[in-house]
């Protein structure tokens, strides 16, 4: 099994928006390695963040990934968006639409990297048959909607069968929802590298707390 390179990505959900591109800039300083940007229509989750205009609108202040995960039903007529908006990962649920490979196929035809993101419920399985046209699988460790829920403790099992799934190809594993220093290590235990964390980093909004944050996660 290969080893993939170990990635913090903070959500910016939980950032303050009145002031977006400074709280970008104060993570990218603290040490963050993607930007998770949350995107949520009321409709696929119960909660409305925000959309490509806005994401776009912090681009520029960075060129570390971001890191744009979907959670929009239907979302093939958004992809494009997003990509000319300066996504770098575009990840959709397996769950948001009943042609999840041309979905995929789309993202890889706008020259994207392509992930795929599953609900607590939604078994390993539903993704055995794509799993070779994506670059990244999301696991969700909490139910997507909001930021700061409990991390659901099944989800260690399930980061260790998507990681079987995995098994040599490069493909990155992430894990999202609930995660914390006290967490973190469980998690990577099980296989993923990519560890999204929203208000365990961006909770307070007091940038001198997001490096000794992030360095905690990474630590454990
Ligand atoms: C939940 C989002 C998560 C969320 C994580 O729907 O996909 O990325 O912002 O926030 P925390 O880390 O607070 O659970
Ligand atoms: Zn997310």
Known sequence: MSTRPLRIAPSILSADFAR?????????????DY????VMDGH???????????MKSVRGV??????????????DAYLSDFAAGGADIITVHAE?????????QAIRGLG?????????ATPVSAIQHVIDDVDLVLIMSVNPGFGGQSFIPESVNKIRQAKALIGGRTI???VDGGITADNARAVVDAGANVLVAGSSIYGGNDPETYAGRIAAIRAA
């Open 44 to 54: 696929f989750v119960p909660n409305i963040s925000f959309g490509a205009p806005i």
């Open 62 to 75: 960075t060129d570390k990934v971001f890191d744009v995960h979907l959670m929009i039903a239907p979302v």
């Open 20 to 32: 977006l591109g400074d709280e970008v800039r104060a993570i990218v300083e603290a040490g963050a």
């Open 112 to 120: 994207k990297k392509v992930g795929v993101a599953l609900n607590p």
């Open 35 to 38: 930007i998770h940007v949350d």
């Open 96 to 104: 948001a639409g009943p042609h999840l490979h041309r979905t995929l």
């Open 172 to 174: 990155d594993l992430e």
